[in-house]
């Protein structure tokens, strides 16, 4: 089996979904800064989490616009 080489691996990686995963980190990071850990927090609180998570996915694609935009430029 040939050495595996995890650089290789993040080269390959579209820059798309780089942006996805690191803005839904930074979104679920700060909300474990603000004292919320996952299956601690209340039922009637799941709506509100789902909201940042979608904020943060629509976050991500306006990042991605912007960075589109200036490489056309």
Do not use: C
Not at 23 to 49: C, N
């Amino acid at each position: 089996m040939k050495d595996f080489d995890l650089n290789i691996v993040r080269k390959n990686i579209p820059l798309r979904t780089k942006i996805a995963v690191k803005t839904q980190f930074a979104f679920i990071d700060l909300l474990s800064e603000l004292g919320y850990r996952q299956g601690v927090w209340m039922p009637e609180e799941d709506k509100i989490l789902d909201r940042l998570m979608e904020l943060a996915k629509e976050f991500s694609i306006e990042i991605q616009k912007t960075i589109e935009e200036h490489e056309r430029d």
